[in-house]
């Protein structure tokens, strides 16, 4: 069966397609500044019949008339009915020329009697050409002063051009990515598609950080999600800036459930308070082999290391300043999780020393209040954090929405940004947090939400 596009040009630089008995939504199409609509057009067609390897049947609707046209893998145009055709993107580097008789059809397209844009490319290549075989006789006749350590003009026109490959890549969501997976397309997402945000997200996550990097998650409330955000958190950066770059620090208090929300449970003996014991004594001294038996791996390549489950007395301000020193000689980035008392000797370290705080706040009136408090606490301990601090709004059961106004309004007016995050079931249930088992939506959150903290914690004085 031959493929039928059917395409009605919308304005003078856009038009609509749409793949006849294909269950897809219609596919926007716009000129850009180097071709005009109808060459896009017929570039669209070509690709369909290139990718099926058959002829593709095109109606073509502009204002007044109506064309039908069918296009070869080969890029060659026939019409089925008398009309101006599109203008075929040929090999020939000389254009053919227009009819004189053929009037300039009506409607908001203009296709007879203009350049193919994509044939203007030639002329720049030509014009810098010119320049440079001029250059060479007067090379020749005048010797540079300085040979030996003057400048080379010439180097930088030889550099490779650079790349952008998320803007390169063919879709994978949306509509698009839906074409691409139904007939073998390789288009590119829109610029401002979810997909290219998220695209830039990853890259950001991938970017340069400040040397001991930390990021503290923190609320004197409990349950309100410090602990799997953490964890999701560091899988998350894991994830897109690489494996063995991020710890996930357990600071909270004797008998918190971080050991049992990390995807793989540490082993006995793998845990803070046996890595001080061990090696505390020199901390510029561990080598990465030995480090791992105190840390656990986890699925997408974050390391995690238990709190003190078992030990006699929670960590002091200076046992987290030593395990900060050790883990930060490994790893890019430490995420940080938080007790629930201001008091806590490494409550106070994770604050001092971190670049970007986040604080959980589920949709409820006493997390919210407890929110405020924990922004006060922080400001006493180091004001300037503020600034560098993310409140993150969190769905779930038993939410009030009336409270959402009042504490976006009460956490803005102290200079903290808020965002918002989709309610998520592993965090409420209290299962162990797997990345690949949680929500898209979810996983795309954590994304940007990385991508901001990254790009807040980039910019802090340490």
């Not at 064309?67 to 101006?84: C, H, M, Q």
């Not at 060479?136 to 006749?141: K, L």
């Not at 890019?332 to 409550?347: K, P, R, V």
Request: proline share 10%.
């Amino acid at each position: 069966m031959t493929p039928t596009v059917e395409i009605e040009a919308t304005s003078a630089t856009t038009a609509r397609a749409q793949l006849a008995g294909a269950a897809v939504p219609p596919m926007e199409l716009a000129a850009t500044e180097f071709k005009n609509l109808a060459v896009v057009v017929h570039e669209f067609v070509r690709t369909i019949a290139v990718k099926q390897q058959a002829a593709v049947e095109v109606v073509y609707r502009t204002g007044k008339d109506t064309r039908f046209l069918t296009v070869g893998p080969d890029g060659k145009l026939t019409e089925n009915a008398p009309s101006v055709p599109i203008p075929v993107a040929v090999a020939d580097p000389e254009p053919a020329p227009a009819e004189p008789g053929s009037p300039a059809p009506a409607g908001p397209v203009t296709v007879a009697a203009e350049s193919i844009p994509y044939e203007a490319p030639a002329q720049p290549v030509q014009a810098t050409a010119r320049p440079a075989r001029a250059a060479t006789p007067t090379a020749r006749s005048v010797r540079p002063t300085d040979a030996a350590t003057g400048p080379i003009g010439a180097l930088p026109a030889l550099s490779a051009p650079g790349v952008n490959p998320a803007a390169n890549l063919p879709a994978r969501i949306g509509m698009r990515g839906r074409l691409n997976a139904m007939l073998g397309l390789a288009l590119a997402p829109k610029a401002d598609s979810l997909e290219m945000r998220l695209r830039d997200a990853q890259a950001t996550i991938a970017g340069p950080l400040p040397e001991s990097a930390v990021i503290t998650f923190v609320n004197l409330k409990g349950g309100v999600g410090k602990t799997p955000m953490s964890i999701a958190l560091a899988e998350t950066i894991a994830e897109y800036r690489g494996p063995a770059t991020a710890a996930c620090l357990d600071l909270g208090e004797i008998g918190g459930s971080f050991s049992d929300r990390v995807a793989v449970p540490p082993a006995a003996g793998h845990d803070a308070v046996s890595l001080l014991a061990d090696l505390g004594q020199a901390p510029h001294q561990v080598r990465p082999s030995t480090l791992a038996r105190y840390l656990t791996r986890q699925p997408n390549g974050s390391y995690a290391l238990a709190g003190p489950a078992g030990a006699e007395a929670p960590l002091s301000f200076d046992d987290a300043a030593t395990l900060g020193a050790i883990l930060e000689r490994h790893y890019d980035l430490m995420l940080a999780d938080t007790g629930n008392s201001s008091h806590s000797g490494s409550w106070r370290w994770a604050i001092t020393a971190a670049h970007t705080v986040v604080v959980p706040v589920p949709l409820r009136r006493d997390a919210a209040v407890a929110a405020q408090r924990t922004l006060t606490a922080i400001s006493a301990v180091r004001p300037d954090v503020l600034a560098r601090t993310v409140v993150v709004i969190t769905d779930g059961p038993g939410d009030a929405p009336m409270v959402e106004t009042e504490a976006v309004e009460a956490f803005t007016a102290l200079g903290v940004s808020v965002c918002r995050m989709p309610f998520e079931p592993a965090f409420a249930s209290g299962e162990r947090i797997v990345l690949s088992q949680l929500r898209r939506e979810t996983c795309d959150a954590l994304t940007v939400l990385a991508a901001t903290v990254t790009r807040i914690g980039s910019g802090a004085a340490g």
